[in-house]
């Protein structure tokens, strides 16, 4: 078993790992780092629950190996709440809209939605239905979960006109 | 009501969008050895001999258990509530690992090691050598003169043949004048796909097994386990964290009683056992395939005077729920258009495929697609409107089911079909989309349903709930049943809240259920618990508040029949002025000098009754003909479930249920290697789950009815919005084409073949 040290920032804290050369990016994130919003449904690139940020890209990181990482920036969804456990505003969306059920596929979901709410093109329904049909929900029908990420894409497009920032 | 019938966030969502919720897999400790289950490569035969050597060599193997290793014991999985009446005991055909094969994947040997790898590797160097039989993939081939026994106990392969008659079908079809309307109708094998594989992790602790897994029945698993291993009740404890989904394949024994012998094997250190999504796939559940033979005869007006139905439901390799789905859909088809003679006859089927089990609305839609397409054709074939056909048919108001004798306590059907026809504008379009001879054709179509709430007459309904007052004036609630995605917790939380005159934020539910101290429920199935565990939460509010009364009544001298809670306020009733607050009085009852008590209260309820929820479903489609495709471009559900607990929640139980609805109308079905007996689509690619891209959007509307038996005019939510879509879609495909397709999936394939022969693909 060859191990190797496998240096990253996970939300926004510089950690170094020493792991197994064969381990995924979940199970190094899940196993060493303890973020257990990483979800397994599949482990081969399929369901989506283990989605996470990759120098902002969504990647299924069940598929994608630890030693990849190397001088990455992380972001999982322990990350979108702050210090004093204050929410963002698609996690709180993904609550008002009754966009959770089980929640197994929540954190995936939610962090396959942050390149679209941060855009600044509008996505319509149809295309955010595009970017997330890599996450699978077997619980809600997906209804709520495009509403929550519509209305939070409507409302950050929104506050960034009222600030004058682009 | 105040609370009742408002839309609230659920009380989980903070936990599951802050990855806070913890489940089965989050709960293992970073110590426990893996266990990896051996599947055999053959769908029927018997294991003569296996070879270890390899397998013992992988580094980190700690023990390796074959089927010639576990005890001799057959036990049933079904996680139905166990009877003390023999003939009504589910049926045991298993053993933890299985020496004579019945499927392909069937459970032969596993491996604990220190480590996945290792395990794995183990499983891979394992060597069996086995006698195999033909594999009997089909009802035709499993029920033939000849065909081998998969079970000895079933010689002929029939696990159950049942049948019914109300009135006389003969007699009855000696009436002069009507048409004779015959159909067949078959639906596929399909699978549950909760995200969350199966799997559970198995130690000892204090002399005790403990189990914690992704279960939707923590108290039958107790029991099953304590069956297979052959030891008590309270030798086991059986935890259940959140889960994620479960849809009926959870009301089953899966990885349980294995995973229970192999921490006993290695000494009580901690197992895991987690399937893979392929594992998940072929060797938990699935849902029941069926096949119809439906004969109508109907009168000039259009009423029914007789008709019959024979069913045949492909079982798989072993019992588990048996024939209770197929009685289910047969009595289904009785309940749904009670009206003159009615003759059934139903057969549950060994094969040598995956074993079939529970799945969300439990036969009904099965029998959902073939009735309701059977309605259309009557139609068709009579020139009668389709709705006016339904409503003089169906089930009305004070309909009692002659052998359950279950009533219609409430109904809110026809309403529901009125507002779904204004929302389609179906009659309308209907008859615009009727004579349409382009490549790309519109249609319409639609499907009602009636559903059973709970168990009862069938089975046992019993359930319990406990509060314990905290000192601030809060409580803890916690039930027997349990939350599986569904919304349980927040509603029996608002139920709490809304008879004990008290704000949610009082009230904490405790998730986890854990038999060592949860109070006693059969669990998640059916759509009974806002029925009848919610009964039990309104009792054990009742006797709580009481208790806070007689309290209250005792600080301020005052009689307690005077005093009422509101806003978490002891107050005069009728007159609302704040007396003193709830938190004082717990203050007080735990801290008096003088008359200290624990302030709690638990009942339970022995639910002996049970109701009909009704709903509908219209859809709009789009075919092209020379793509063979359907596009769904409308679709509404609306439903009669009593009065709702929490709009939020009720809708989100629709919308899942018509997307599952929606797979299994267009895409769902699980295929086998017809020599084999091999699942070919055991994963998410390949097996056609809806993806967002998928789905239309969806429409979910609701006709209110205050039930009287249900504890807040309630009824079932949870499983019937499956129920109508497929049959909906069914029928806007006649509609659009004149095609009658009688099976699913209505995928490309199959409406090639059905377009090839109705001559339209010129
Ligand atoms: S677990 Fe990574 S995509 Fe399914
Ligand atoms: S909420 Fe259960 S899978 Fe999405």
Redesign the pocket.
Known sequence: MTRKTVTCTINGKRREFSIDVRSSL?EMLRGEASLDSI?????????????VLIDGRPF????YLAVWAEGKEILTLEGLTDTKGTISDIQQAFMDEGAVQCGFCTPGFIMSSIPIITSDTPASREEIRKQVSGNLCRCTGYENIVNAIEKTQKKRIEERKGSGKK | MEIIGTALNRVDARDKVTGMAKYTGDLVGPHALIAKVLHSTFANGLVTSFDLSEAWKVPGVVDIVTCFDVPDIQFPTAGHPWSTDKKHQDIADRKLLNTRVRFYGDDIAAVVAENEIAATEAVRKIKVSYEEYQPLLTIEAAMQAGAGAIHDERPGNVVVRSSYEIGSFEDAIKEPGLIRIEGDYETPIVQHCHIEKALSFAYMEAGKIVIVSATQIPHIIRRICSQALGIGFGDLRIIKPYIGGGFGNRQDALTEPLNAFLTMRVGGRPVKLEYTREETFCCTRVRHAMKFHIVSYVRADGTFAARSIVAYSNQGAYASHAHALVANAVNGFRMMYPQGAIKSEAYTVYTNLPTAGAMRAYGIPQIGFALESHVDDIARATGLDTIDLRTRNMMKLGYVDPPTSITCHSTGLAECIQKGEAYLKYRQKREAYAAQTGLVRKGVGMAIFCYKTGVYPISLETSACRMVLNQDGSLQLQMGATEIGQGADTVFAMMAAETLGMTMDKIHVMSRQDTDTTPYDTGAYASRQTYVSGMAVKKTAESLKSKILDFAAFMLNKEAWDLDIKDNQIVRKNMGTPLISVAEVAVESCYSLTNSTHIAAEESHHCSDNTYAFGVCFAEIEVDIPMCQIKVLDIINVHDSGRLINRQTAEGQVHGGMSMGLGYGLYEYLKFDPKTGRMLNDNLLDYKLMTAMDTPELNAAFVETDDPTGPYGNKALGEPPVIPVAPALRNALLNATGVAVNSIPLNPEKLFFAFERAGILS
Not at chain 1, 41 to 51: H, P, S
Not at chain 1, 60 to 63: L, M, R, T, V, Y
Request: aromatic content about 0%; hydrophobic content about 15%; proline content about 0%.
């Open positions: 979940s979800k397994h449904g599949c482990d081969v690139g399929e369901c989506g629950a283990c989605t299924n990181s069940c598929i």
